[in-house]
């Protein structure tokens, strides 16, 4: 084994035995990483604190995935505890390692917030949390350190890249006529599904080693890695495709929904509204079939895209036909 490789492994175990007791407060740490947070946070911003924000931070954490995603493919690593069975692993993740998900869309997402915010306060604040969410990936077993240096290099990367790139993008999709916004929408929806198709052809003569495998159910028998998968093109592809096309059909249909309101409005809003999202979530995924594979894929498309067209636009629909919200 790599003496790199190893001497990230003595680190992370020797972080575990100093610091074994903070688990369980680092095991809710990481869960801001998660995309179940995303779908409680994105929604709530989008619908009753700031739209912009919240279509930004949306559109950033998209992205992000699509990146990270081909990435973890493209370098094909090893968490620490399929690797060491000395590694505890104390959650499970069952995609390549390298590099860290969390720490590339904790420096991403909260910087692009800290950015707009503009708030000392919430800087500092951004700066803790990207901090707390890529040292807790190392303490709970599922990512070398190198994996939480490169996530956020590359968090880095994108947030530099989204701030310089956003503005002449938007210019350059609101003067397209609605058909040639949703071919775009569509477009860069194909896009997203075979860039995840052309880097899986680009490691299809690697194979897995069983070991791995085998090393990462001694740890979590119950949750059998899958690292060579397509799923999280589809879940991406489908949930920029819904989103896409809600903000279109919002903005041709008169505008954005004013987010202001009352605290009862405010409520209600966000009660409806992530009820929905739960709904399509947990219940259409409880439902739809996930074999034979690409037929998995195909539903997985489908539920995401209702997802993303309902935080963008049908749950705003239904808010102004409550006379929860005004248009703006």
């Not at 869960?31 to 559109?59: H, K, M, Q, S, T």
């Not at 700066?127 to 599922?142: C, E, K, P, Q, Y």
């Not at 592809?237 to 008169?254: D, E, H």
């Not at 009660?271 to 739960?278: K, P």
Request: charged content about 10%.
């Amino acid at each position: 084994m790599d003496p790199f490789l190893l001497s990230e492994l003595d680190f992370i175990q020797q972080l575990q035995g100093r610091l074994g007791g903070l688990v369980s407060i680092f095991n809710g740490v990481t869960v801001l990483g998660n995309e179940e947070f995303y779908l409680l946070i994105i929604p709530l911003l989008y619908w009753c604190v700031d739209a912009g924000l919240g279509l930004r931070i949306g559109v950033m954490l998209i992205f992000s995935n699509v990146f990270n995603s081909a990435l973890k493919l493209g370098f094909h690593s090893p968490r620490p505890y399929w690797v060491d069975s000395a590694v505890r692993a104390f959650t499970s993740e069952t995609s390549f390692g390298m590099p860290s998900g969390h720490a590339q869309n904790a420096f991403s997402l909260w910087g692009l917030a800290a950015v707009q915010i503009k708030k000392t306060w919430f800087r500092w604040l951004a700066v803790l949390l990207i901090s707390m969410i890529g040292f807790s990936r190392v303490l709970l077993g599922v990512h070398f350190p190198s994996d939480v240096l490169v996530g956020w290099g590359v968090g880095g990367l994108l947030l530099v890249a989204y701030l310089q790139l956003e503005k002449p993008i938007v210019r350059w999709f609101n003067d397209l006529n609605p058909s040639r916004q949703f071919t775009v929408a569509l477009a860069s929806t194909l896009v997203i599904l075979l860039s995840g198709f052309l880097v899986l052809l680009g490691v299809s003569r690697w194979s897995l080693p069983p070991e791995w495998g085998q090393t990462a159910l001694l740890a979590l028998p119950q949750d059998p890695i899958n690292p060579l998968t397509l799923a999280p093109f589809f879940t991406l592809g489908g949930t920029w495709l819904g989103f896409l096309t809600g903000v279109i059909l919002m903005l041709r249909s008169g505008g954005w929904m004013n987010v202001k309101g009352s605290p009862l409005q405010l409520s209600a809003r966000y009660l409806i509204g992530i009820a929905g999202v739960l709904v399509l979530y947990a219940g259409l995924g409880a439902l739809f079939p996930r074999e034979p594979e690409m037929v998995g894929y195909g539903f997985r498309f489908l539920r995401y895209t209702l997802i993303g067209f309902w935080i963008s636009a049908a749950a705003p629909f239904l808010f102004l036909r409550l006379n929860l919200a005004k248009r703006v």
